[in-house]
T-cell receptor, first 115, second 111 residues
Framework: DSGVTQTPKHLITATGQRVTLRCSPR?????VYWYQQSLDQGLQFLIQYYNGEERAKGNILERFSAQQFPDLHSELNLSSLELGDSALYFC??????????????FGPGTRLLVL | SQQGEEDPQALSIQEGENATMNCSYK?????LQWYRQNSGRGLVHLIL?????REKHSGRLRVTLDTSKKSSSLLITASRAADTASYFCATGNQAGTALIFGKGTTLSVSS
């Protein structure tokens, strides 16, 4: 158990809908990262937050947004969903902001299926 | 963009055999990490090797890093059925803010 929790585990929704994925980082970790894993694109970095502020953006679509709250949990909002958004969404956390230089601890993921 | 590329894409071995996976990357790195993912589950960090290290061990895992060739290898000795998983190498992006993962090697260990 990494100490990172994600809810829900599974989500089935329809095209055009909006969903919110939630992540709680390990105790004491200030950075939260969101990744998308799909069969064709592999594991891709979406966005990073550090202590409530956005720190880095990866391949995140404009239809997607995220935030980190004062208690450090984070939410990833996906809107106007398309079939191609079906994927596993992972949250990871680390203690510092330099996520590329330190170990990241991954949650179990949310499997999103868009029908 | 893909930074790390694992090779082979898939590997099938018998219990007790050693498994070797390779990773090549494109740009200079601060460190290289290996993660394991059991089917459809979260990634588990295995080992981190810094750019000034050449070899690192953790239990049955041995990682090597050759920065001149921009490559790393992960050796799992005396493999077990429980080692069946996908293995990914990851390096930091240029800003050092996030990890870039390869597409992974799928290891299957049969008893």
């Amino acid at each position: 158990d990494s100490g990172v929790t994600q809810t829900p585990k599974h989500l089935i929704t329809a095209t055009g809908q909006r969903v919110t994925l939630r992540c709680s980082p390990r105790s004491g970790d200030l950075s939260v990262y969101w990744y998308q894993q799909s069969l064709d694109q592999g594991l891709q970095f979406l966005i990073q937050y550090y202590n409530g502020e956005e720190r880095a953006k990866g391949n995140i679509l404009e239809r997607f947004s995220a935030q980190q709250f004062p208690d450090l949990h984070s939410e990833l909002n996906l809107s106007s969903l398309e079939l191609g958004d079906s994927a596993l969404y992972f949250c990871a956390s680390s203690s510092r902001t330099s996520g590329g230089r330190e170990t990241q601890y991954f949650g179990p993921g949310t499997r999103l299926l868009v029908l | 963009s893909q930074q790390g590329e694992e090779d082979p894409q898939a590997l099938s071995i018998q219990e007790g055999e050693n498994a070797t996976m390779n990773c090549s990357y494109k740009t200079s790195i601060n460190n290289l990490q290996w993660y394991r993912q059991n089917s459809g589950r979260g990634l588990v960090h295995l080992i981190l090797i810094r750019s000034n290290e050449r070899e690192k061990h953790s239990g049955r895992l041995r990682v090597t890093l050759d920065t001149s060739k921009k490559s790393s290898s992960l050796l799992i000795t005396a493999s077990r059925a429980a080692d069946t998983a996908s293995y990914f190498c990851a390096t930091g992006n240029q800003a050092g803010t996030a990890l870039i993962f390869g597409k992974g090697t799928t290891l299957s260990v049969s008893s």
